[in-house]
Each structure stands twice: as C-alpha cells, then as structure tokens.
C-alpha cells in the first residue's frame, strides 16, 4: 500500500532525513518509534508533501507520489492527522468535518458524521461547539474524525497518545483496532511504547533520520538492547 | 445645528458603505493569502473607469446603469484573478515586504493603463436612474443615491456573512485563514480556493468603485486615495475580520464626516491618528487576532561575509570616481551625482532598520522629508542660513523617529508596515493640509545654499562628504557591539532578551539613528533641488527607498549602496526616454520580486559563493 524508499529531507541547511525506507501493506497498523528529534514527524510531513523531499521515493498504492502536492496525495486516499491537531478554532465540530469531506472511495463505506460519531460518541454531543473550546483529548478526536471524513485508505497519525489523558489514550487505541477491522491501513508515530504495543503489528525504529531496526512488536520486546539503543531516554 | 448634524451623519454612513466594499475585499484577501494588496485600491479605479465606460455606452435606463455596474464589478473580477494567477500565486511564500511591493508594482502599471485607456481628464457619470432625487428625513433633505448606498454596506456584510457561514466554500474559506497548510492536507486545492477569494475580493473593490460613478468623477488619483483609507479600515478593524471592517468603516466614515465641522484642517491626519491609537490598545485591531505563527518561519540569517579582495577594490574604484571625476562634469551630471549620494544615504538608513534590524518600514518617506521640512521651515520662517538648516534636519527627523519609533518597533511584520505606512500618511498630510505653516500643496521654495556652497561642484562635494561619513557610520554601527545586539534580536528575540538585552530599546535606537541619517539626506535634498513639497513625503519616495533596498538585497552590506546606485540610473533613464515611465518601472518592480528576490548584490554574492 505505502512504500517509502530512501526518504531524504532537509530543513534549511539542516539534514533531517537521511533515508529512511518503509512500508506498510494493505490493512496493517504500522509503528514510527523513535526519540524526540529522531524525524517521525518529518517522515510524515514528507510522505504528505508538506515538507518537500530532497531524496527518495513514496509510492502509494503503485503510484508515485513523490514532491505532488499535498492536496493531490490527499485525494488519492491518504489522509493525515497532525501532532498539534491543527484544529480550525473558529469552526464548529460539523464544520471541522465538513472541511475533511471528500468524495466516497470505491470498495469503502464512506464516512458520515453520524458514522464518526458512532466511533467518538462524545463528539456527537457537541456538533455546534467551536473547536478552540474543546479539551485537548477532544480535539485530538476531532482531527481524526475530521481526516476520516476524507475517506482515506491510509492514515498518518502523528503521536496520537501524546498529552492525553490514560482513559482518552486507551479510547484512541480502541478507536484504531476499529479503523483496522475497517481495513483501514494506519502509520503512526509513537513515543509511548506501551500505545504502540496495544495497537500495531509491526515497528519501525528510527534514529538520526534513518530506520535502524525493523520487526513486530513482540520481537522489540525482546530486543532490549534495541530499546535500550534508540528508545529509552 | 441639527440638520446640519444629520446630513455629516448620514453622508458618514454613505461613505462608510463605500469604504466598507473595497476593505471587505481587502480583509478577505489578506485572511486567506496573508497578502496585504497594495493593488486593491486599482482594483476599485478600473471598477469606476469600466462603469463609466459601459454605462455610457449601454442604453439609458434601469438595465444600462445596474447592468452596467455588475459587469463592470465582473470584468474587475477577472482582472483580479489574472493578477492572482500571474504574479501573487508565485510569491504566497516570499517577506511580506516583497509581496507588498509586488503589489505596488501593479499599481503603477495599472495607473499608466488607464491614463493610456481613459486620459488624464476627470470623467463624469450619469446619476442612478431611479435615485435622481432627494428625500426628506426628520425634515432635511438628502440624496436618494446617497441613501441607497447606506443600505449597500449592511446588505453586502449579511451576503457575505452566509456565503461564509452557509456555504462549504465559505466554510473551506474560513478554515484556510485559520491554517492554509492544513486545509491543503484535507484535500481542498488551495490554488484555486485562493484564486476564487481574489475574485470575490477584487469584484467587490470592483463593485465599490462602480459604485462611485454618480457620486464623484473618476480620476486617476482614485486608487492611491481609496487604498490609504481601506489601509486605515482593515487594520482598525483587525486583518482579516469582516465584522472588524465594517466597524472601523462606520468609524473612519463618521470621523471623517465630523472632522470636517470640528478639525477642517486635520481631517487627512485624522483617520491615521485614530489607527496609530488602536493599534497601541489593540495591537491586531478591534476583532482582529495575533497571528497563529508569529515565530514559527523565522528564518536565521547568516553573518556577514567578509568582502572579497575584489570586491574591495570594486568598492574603492566606485568612491575614486566619486571623488576624483566630478570636476570634470557639466551641472546636470552634477545635479544626478549630488542626488545618488543623497539616495545612497537615504537607502542606507532604511537598510539599517530593515537587514540588521529586521524591521519592516513601508513609511521611510517620512524621516527623509521631515528633514527636509525641518531646514526648509527655519529657512522660510526666520531665514536661517543653510549650515543651521542642515543641523535641523536631522533632529527634525531624528526627533519623529523617536515618536514614530516608539510606537513602530513594538509590531512586526504587515502590522509593522502599516503603522510606518500611516505615520508617514500623518507627516504627509500635516505637510499638505498645514497651509499656514508648510504652503501645502506650493511647497516651500526659496531653499538654496550658502554662498561658498552654490556651485553645483562645491554642494556635490559638501553632499558626498556629509553623505558617505553618515553611510560609513551606518555600516560601522552594524559592525560595533551594539550591531551584534541588533542582529541578535532579529535572529532570535526571546534568547536574545534571555541573556539580558533590551530588544525593544535596541530596535528604538536603531529607528532613531536610521531617522537621523535619513533627515541628513532630505536636508540635503532640499538645499539640491532648491525647495520642498509635500510629496518628498508621500507612498511613492518611500516606494523608491523600499526598492533601492531590495534591488540591492536586505541581506548584503553594500546592497543599499549598489540599489541606489542602480535605481537611481534606471529610474532617470526610464523617465527622461518614455512618458510610460510607471509602466516600466511597474515591470521592472516584478521582475526584480519574481526574478532576483536576493537583489542584485545578493545575486552576485551567490554567485561568487558558486564560484569559490
């Protein structure tokens, strides 16, 4: 399904990304894991398009979508949900979601609010409720609802756990085993191994811009130099 | 007393409606593109001139006037989107400044358009048919036309508050003022989102300006007067807010409506006055908000390079010729010398606040010509001979810069260039509006040398000298401790006040010394030219210091100095070869901003740097 091969990128002069190479196929939870710094957002923000790559390759379903804009690699189906949320403030939950609104995919049931709100029940309470007055776990919930919306066959979910609440964190880990039995495939960056354990197939370790190991979750759990290497602080 | 009262208070509300079309299409503009559109006001004078056209060719009656009006406000539209798409879409992601100045670009070409389409004779259009009359309220009689646009303002505010708010396009709309970046990760195509804002915006500038046609006539003075005002409105009213315009536009019309009665004199000065109040309350405006990311896009300069052996002897060379050719020159070369080291200092002092400072100014104008009021003043009121006149100029300046500075330095970015922008309005208008002290729109004539210096080769010299030790001083303050300080607070202002430095006083110093050394030039200016006007302080000179800066690059030591060399040549080639002369130098403004966004000195550093 996603492909990331040789990914480099750059901020000024800084070298961010030193190639890193991934993938994820059709349906499985991936996890991004790594320190602080290490370029799990950037890894996304380049496989969307919003940091513009300086090397490699990101191919989605087959196509490459190398350096497209971001608005075009959305509409093929790849949706992205931010670290900060990026909630829009003014708008009300219903108008957060209707900006996310595309087009339904084929062989996916499309997304609807009421759709949304059956998986985040307490966001149905508050359709007419501007964004800037929500809590923190709420929006996060928002913003996911809302990249939903654009039907997606991918999501890039970046640090989905952080600064949340422990009930909120196992209701987002409830919502994506939902988005995988969905067949929903998912990336997401994590630094809280715990999250990552509940919800993903597989790991990527990255470091320095660059992955340095790769297995399923329970391998990393044997790992312990591995995670005492990359993860640990 | 009472009628009286009503018609000013009426006549407010009409104009206000007026104000209100061309701000609101401003205020959409800039929340979605973040583009402050100098060109909005040129927008509003083809709007007129169109009307013009088209309802006095179209046959008389209901459909030639309404007909004539909408279709004027679409084919502004269109025109609007062609600039979009040519120019703006290419420069959404450079400073701020250049956008701004890209914009002007427009203006001046659209100004030698029009005077090529429509000539310079003012046009007069045909009343409303349908609101010829007048009609009695509580007694006093008052325009139909007039009362028609009262209503205007509030309907086109709810007609755009439900395409905002009811429609997915609104919605897309408002959601891309709060964070384009993200709308675009959602799927909505930002280009053709920002396109359609710049048609909506520019339809309603369009539509204002139509407007207009059986009120006043069309001139080309329209733009630069409409864009001052609408300025005046989008900040009170806070960038991007439309509530926030349509207040500030109900304010700014009935200020202007009672200053007539109560200050004739200051009216001009006025609607600036209450602006620069606002914005020290309320730095965003009324209804306006801080930017989401104020310190997010910094971008870290780097240091000065050393310049290289070549470099330096190029550097000699041009001060050798500058000295030693000079005798040699008739009085017209002399004059053109005299006025590029006048220019180089003026640059210079601008490039002072805005490389190293980081600062923005879009109101340099207004040091330069205080100087230049401030020797002409002494010399017109109690002749005072030119040594005392050229020691006033710069505390003249000097002493604005400490006001305006005061106030200036505390914003930045667009907020920044508007409050320089409508400083320079205010000095501008005292100096036009203040017959009494200042001859207005005559000037002050009369303002020449001391004997020993009225030969043109002698003021060259005094000229140069003054000229190029304030320059050396400039460039010595960039190099000295407190330089480093400067740059520091540019680069990096919360570590910068971390370790202890004073970033708000710094940068008030830093105003102050580039207002000196710009009033020691516009003293000098007026002693060359022999007199003084107000436009010496107008948009335009501070254009002319803006692009000397940016020709030479901000980010280079000797830009201002190759900038004013280059702008001054192509500048007075362009006027003496073409009557066109805004047109090309419109062109020469977009080329430099698509073309050379590093200016020239910057270009040839790049250069060098690809070399080595």
Request: net charge positive; proline share 5%.
């Amino acid at each position: 399904m996603l492909e990331v091969e040789g990914l480099h990128a750059h901020y000024g002069r800084a070298h961010i990304l030193q190639g890193v190479t991934l993938s994820a196929a059709q349906g499985e939870v991936v996890a991004l894991l790594g320190r602080n710094g290490a370029g799990k957002s950037t890894t996304m923000k380049a496989i969307m398009g919003l940091v513009r790559p300086t090397g490699g390759r990101v191919r989605f379903q087959g196509q490459d979508v190398t350096g497209r804009e971001p608005f075009e690699i959305a509409r093929q189906g790849l949706g992205y949900v931010p670290e900060e949320r990026r909630i829009f403030t003014e708008l009300t939950v219903m108008e957060n979601l209707d900006v996310g609104r595309q087009p339904p995919r084929a062989g996916l049931a499309p997304w609807t609010p009421e759709r949304v709100f059956a998986l985040f029940p307490s966001l149905g309470a508050m359709r007419a409720r501007p964004g800037g007055r929500m809590s923190g776990g709420e929006q996060q919930m928002l913003t996911i609802a809302r990249t939903l919306m654009g039907n997606p066959r991918l999501i890039l979910l970046d640090e989905p756990s952080e600064g949340l609440a422990p009930v909120i964190v196992e209701r987002m880990a409830a919502a994506i085993l939902e988005l995988k039995r969905e067949g929903i495939t998912v990336l997401l960056s994590e630094q809280n191994l715990h999250f990552a354990r509940l919800v993903s197939d597989r790991a990527c370790v990255l470091e320095k811009g660059a992955i340095r190991w790769e297995g399923t979750l329970a391998a990393l759990m044997e790992a312990e130099e591995v995670r005492a290497q990359y993860l640990s602080v | 007393m009472f009628e009286n009262l009503l018609v000013q208070g009426l006549s407010g509300l009409a104009s206000a409606s007026s104000l209100f079309l061309v701000a609101s299409g401003l205020t959409v503009i800039f929340g979605v593109t973040r583009i402050v559109n100098f060109a909005h006001g040129s927008l509003y004078m083809l709007g007129a001139y169109l009307a013009w056209t088209l309802v006095t060719n179209l046959p008389r009656g209901h459909f030639g006037f309404w007909g004539g009006v909408l279709a004027a406000a679409l084919i502004v539209g269109v025109v609007g989107v062609l600039i979009e798409v040519l120019l703006l879409r290419r420069i959404y992601k450079a400073p701020e400044l250049f956008q701004l100045l890209a914009t002007f670009g427009v203006v001046l070409i659209v100004q030698d358009l029009a005077l090529m389409i429509w000539g310079p004779q003012d046009l007069l259009g045909p009343r409303a048919p349908g609101l010829r009359g007048a009609t009695e309220i509580l007694g006093v009689r008052f325009p139909l036309y007039e009362l028609f646009l009262i209503f205007v303002g509030p309907v086109v505010l709810g007609l755009l508050w439900l395409l905002f708010h009811r429609t997915r396009w609104g919605t897309r709309v408002r959601a891309a003022t709060a964070d384009r970046e993200m709308v675009g990760a959602l799927g909505v195509n930002q280009r053709l989102l920002f396109t359609t804002v710049f048609f909506l915006g520019a339809c309603l500038a369009g539509l204002g300006g139509a407007l207009q046609l059986p009120r006043e006539s069309v001139n080309l003075q329209m733009d630069l007067a409409i864009i001052a005002e609408a300025f005046v409105v989008v900040v009170i009213g806070g960038l991007g807010s439309l509530p926030g315009a349509f207040l500030a536009a109900l304010l700014i019309g009935q200020m202007q409506a009672f200053g007539i009665l109560i200050f004739p004199k200051i009216t001009l000065v006025l609607a600036f006055l209450v602006m620069a109040v606002v914005l020290i309350l309320r730095p965003y405006g009324l209804l306006g908000r801080p930017p989401a990311s104020a310190h997010a896009a910094q971008v870290v300069e780097p240091p000065y390079p050393p310049p290289s052996p070549a470099f330096r002897a190029l550097g000699l060379a041009t001060v050798a010729v500058a000295l030693l050719l000079p005798p040699f020159l008739g009085d017209f070369a002399l004059i053109v010398f005299t006025e590029i080291a006048i220019m180089v200092l003026f640059a210079a002092s601008l490039h002072f606040i805005m490389g190293p400072g980081g600062m923005a100014s879009f109101g340099h104008a207004a040091y330069f010509g205080l100087g230049a009021y401030g020797a002409a003043l002494l010399v017109k009121h109690v002749a005072a001979p030119m040594e005392i006149g050229l020691l006033a100029a710069p505390f003249a300046a000097g002493l604005a810069g400490v006001v305006f500075g005061w106030f200036c330095v505390r914003l930045s970015g667009v907020y920044a260039a508007m409050l320089t922008l409508a400083f320079a309005q205010i000095a501008w208008s005292a100096a036009f509006q203040w017959v009494e002290l200042t001859g207005g729109d005559n000037g002050i004539l009369g303002v020449w040398p001391s004997d020993w210096a009225r030969n043109k080769l002698a003021y060259y010299y005094l000229a140069l000298l003054l000229c190029l030790g304030a320059t050396l001083l400039l460039r010595r303050a960039i190099m000295a401790p407190f330089g480093y300080a400067l740059r520091a607070g540019r680069d990096s202002p919360l570590r910068a006040e971390a370790i202890g430095m004073d970033g708000f006083r710094i940068r008030w110093v830093a105003f102050i010394l580039a207002a000196v050394a710009a009033g020691i030039a516009g003293g000098l200016f007026a002693y060359a030219k022999g007199s003084v006007f107000p436009t010496y302080m107008a948009i335009p000179r501070s254009v002319d210091a803006l692009l000397m800066v940016l020709l030479g690059g901000v980010q280079t030591l000797s830009g201002p100095i190759v900038g004013a060399l280059a702008y001054t040549w192509i500048h007075e080639q362009l006027m003496r070869l073409f009557e066109l002369w805004r047109l090309l130098l419109g062109a020469v403004i977009l080329l430099l901003v698509l073309f050379f966004p590093q200016g020239l000195a910057g270009a040839a550093q790049r250069a060098a740097e690809k070399r080595a």
